[in-house]
């Protein structure tokens, strides 16, 4: 008897996926009727890198077989205005995934991005810096949600010269709008089982702007006092981020620090390439790469092909998860990270040469 429970135990050893393995049991997801029926999301395939990195999309999402359907629209950044029909797919579908658009620098053309989030009222930005793991960075256990106030600010666009050589820009921070973002990072922190929300200002010196935005998270905090609630002012944010990235959890932001914060958050945790991120309203939702440094590229990426996909496959799993499809977003988080993890098919950002198709074969070979 000793015996044959010894060379069962070496049949297990020597091949775990024989039957004699003990059966395992994933918690099952259970949906509501209709859950499976396709959905269709409008594609902004953008500038510059953006047609590569959406594309690959495009061919994991058909290799996985998910039940999406992109809607297609051609959109540059010097465009005068998002064409009409563009807004109205992306309100009639609801949500957008799409590529980088550039915004020219200096001239009369506003950005087409704050015109989006403006008209369909995409409050919320939300960008993950975390450690991925198989790439190597300064500091580990980085794990830094970063929510930003998508509307109002330094980028509501009033701006006007009031005489020759002067240029007068207005920052416009409103209750209602500081109100929404606070409840709304607190809300994600509680859904999330994080324990922390740290509000960014510059309060010593914006004393009624960013008095009004900590006035409200202030307020909002009250409501929830299972989570620990702080305050720093931005440029100690800096500092501290840089020198102890993981005290942060959850932080949110008015829109100009939040832009500016998100990008640091995401070179120390593993750089621009690999961190989703989404912008989020009532009703509408788009999906982008999450720091928008490098999210357009340059046109020597653009010739060799070489645009890393990660972080857009990332927002991707993000997107499907917004659409109830938590199974296909699994699937396709575990391939990426299995692809970075095992450190052959790397674009140069991420210390290798691998043009962008040769990370998307690789990613399609990894999903199970």
Known sequence: MAKRSVSILNRLLANPSSPFTAPTRSITYMPRPGDGAPRTVTLIPGDGIGPLVTGAVEQVFEAMHAPVHFERYEVRGNMR?????????????????????????????????????KELDIFAS???CINVPGLVTRHE????????????GEYAGLEHEVVPGVVESLKVITKFCSERIARYAFE???????????????????????????????????????????????????????????QFDVMVTPNLYGNLIANTAA??????????????????AIFEQGASAGNVGND???EQKKANPVALLLSSAMMLKHLQFPTFAD??????????????????????????QE??????????
């Open 81 to 117: 205005k998002v064409p009409e029909e563009v807004m109205e797919s992306v309100k009639r579908n609801k949500v957008c995934l799409k590529g980088g658009l550039a915004t020219p620098v200096g001239g009369g053309v506003s950005s087409l991005n704050m015109q989006l989030r």
């Open 126 to 128: 939300l960008v993950n």
């Open 141 to 152: 256990n980085v794990d830094i949600v970063v929510i930003r106030e998508n509307t109002e």
């Open 188 to 246: 994600y922190a509680y859904l999330n089982n994080r324990k922390k929300v740290t509000a960014v200002h510059k309060a010593n010196i914006m004393k009624l702007a960013d008095g009004l935005f900590l006035e409200s998270c202030r307020e909002v905090a009250k409501a929830y006092p299972g989570i620990t609630y702080n305050e720093i002012i931005v440029d100690n944010c800096c500092m501290q981020l840089v020198a102890k990235p993981e």
């Open 267 to 284: 070179g120390i945790a593993g750089g621009t390439g690999v961190m989703p991120g989404g912008n989020v309203g009532a009703e509408h």
């Open 300 to 302: 020597k990426i653009v």
């Open 331 to 356: 699937r396709l988080e575990v391939a990426v990270k299995q692809v970075i993890r095992e450190g052959k098919w790397r674009t140069k950002d991420l210390g290798g040469d691998c043009t962008t």
């Open 359 to 368: 990370v998307v074969d690789a990613v399609i070979a990894a999903l199970d």
